[in-house]
């Protein structure tokens, strides 16, 4: 699971009165079930395995196939955009993604499964850069921060919910794998009528004159793929990493994880594995405020990133409570989403961010596909399973070691930013528009 990104964005006049403000609740019911849907296989792992007989690898697939076609789809998202508009791209792609619910939910035989979540993939990216552009012609006048700050919490509310499910939707997990796919079915429903109601309340604002019409695509140039300066690849590479150590271990294996090696029940599982996103609901907002108000975002990634190692070697070595290692990873997943997009943004100058977004974004799904398939193959290399819990430890020490080298990576940004060749992450956040132009060296000038 990505954090934005599209290819030249353009602010618009922002949507006046209330509109804006329902056009906010609409974009975050829409992120919501999506996201809902994304969770909804680690509930289900277990079931999977003991009524399909689903190997561990084939489980990790079906959250893996969901990052594979955003490898090559990455830069394509902000293309189509910018030339139908995001309510277009929104409405179509919402579409999709119940589509590729239903098939996962009817999941018999497993190409049937694969295939809709391969479709919920496709679809899924785009709708997200959909929304957040979206979402920033509507606020593009002022509370741009706060709306965005809200949409994400949101979107781990859609989190939150899903790893809940087996506790507030038991009956539903009495009957098996499927009705719980059927449930997260509907998440995608609810999403796709609001892309709907979206779209109707946009095309109004712009027969009015409130919002522009959609702009002429830009024409890629591929030379800044290349171009980038160092902290931007750190930050790069913080950003890959991170990804490709969180989703998978908590979106795929985690519950299955703490049952067979914790003696949890699905319930307790589905539990303690939910507060890290609870916890981000109301914490992301908190962090991306004092990241602005002090600065010290390098310093910020820096120390959450190091909590990542330290819960995979809690959870290895000792048997300490779990809400150890939840509390841990919750504060390093509210830190590190809040100030990473904006550390981003100013590291890059405007022109050239929808680029540098995608290009991220390319290569998180690239490793968080890969990420998925090696934790699976790990996992069933050691015949890991409630028989054989220590089987797990393979799979925590590649967690671990992953988590180490993203570590590595923002050091060596907070290292170069506190220096001389610094782009202003370590101070308080200045418009964009004035950090250009006035001594801080754009990313790339160098």
Not at 86 to 92: D, S
Not at 182 to 204: E, K, M, N, P
Not at 229 to 243: D, G, M, Q, R, T
Not at 248 to 274: C, H, M, V
Request: aromatic share 14%; glycine share 10%; net charge neutral.
């Amino acid at each position: 699971m990505s954090g934005g990104g599209g290819s030249g964005f353009r602010p618009a006049v922002a949507g006046q009165g209330a509109a804006r403000w329902w056009v906010l609740a609409l974009l975050s019911l829409a992120i919501a079930g999506s996201y809902y849907e994304y969770d909804a296989i680690a509930p289900i792992a277990d079931f999977l395995r003991a009524e399909r007989g689903f190997t561990q690898a084939q489980i990790g697939m079906l959250n893996a196939v969901f990052s594979l076609p955003n490898i090559f789809l990455a830069l394509l998202g902000g293309v189509l955009i910018d030339r139908y508009g995001p309510a277009r791209v929104a409405t179509w792609t919402a579409a999709l993604c119940l589509a590729g619910a239903a098939l996962t939910a009817i999941g018999s035989p497993y190409a049937v499964m694969v295939t809709g979540r391969l479709i919920f993939g496709v679809a899924e990216e785009a709708l997200f850069i959909a929304l957040l552009a979206g979402l920033a012609q509507w606020f593009s006048s002022g509370g741009t921060a706060l709306a965005m700050a809200l949409f994400f919490s949101f979107a781990r509310i859609g989190s939150y919910a899903a790893d809940t499910s087996p506790d507030w939707g038991h009956a539903v997990y009495a009957h098996g794998w499927q009705q719980p796919l059927w449930l997260a079915a509907a998440a995608t429903a609810a999403s796709f009528a609001a892309a709907l109601v979206y779209r109707v309340i946009d095309a109004r604002a712009r027969a009015s004159g409130r919002l522009p019409a959609a702009a002429a695509p830009e024409r890629i140039t591929w030379s800044d793929l290349v171009s980038f300066n160092l902290s931007y690849w750190y930050i790069l590479a913080l950003n890959v990493l991170f990804a490709a150590v969180f989703f998978p271990f908590r979106s795929t294996f985690a519950i299955e994880y703490f049952q067979d090696a914790k003696g949890l029940t699905l319930q307790q599982a589905g539990l303690a594995n939910s507060w890290v996103f609870f916890a981000a609901i109301f914490a992301t907002p908190v962090f991306g405020f004092l990241a602005d108000r002090v600065g010290r975002r390098s310093l910020m990634m820096m120390i959450a990133t190091l909590l990542m190692p330290l819960v995979f070697l809690i959870l290895g070595t000792t048997d300490w409570s779990l809400w150890i290692s939840t509390a841990l990873m919750g504060i390093s997943f509210s830190v590190v989403p809040a100030v990473i997009w904006p550390s981003t943004a100013m590291l890059v100058e405007p022109r050239r961010l929808g680029t540098a977004f995608g290009l991220i974004n390319l290569l998180q799904n690239l490793f968080l596909a890969a990420s998925n398939l090696t934790a699976g193959w790990l996992a069933d290399r050691a015949h890991a399973g409630p028989a054989h819990p220590a089987g797990y430890e393979a799979m925590l020490w590649y967690f671990g070691l992953l988590s180490l080298v993203a570590f590595v990576s923002v050091a060596l940004l907070w290292r170069r930013e506190s220096g001389p060749r610094g782009h202003g992450l370590e101070r308080r956040s200045e418009p964009s528009h004035v950090s250009l132009n006035t001594g801080v060296p754009a990313a790339g000038s160098e």
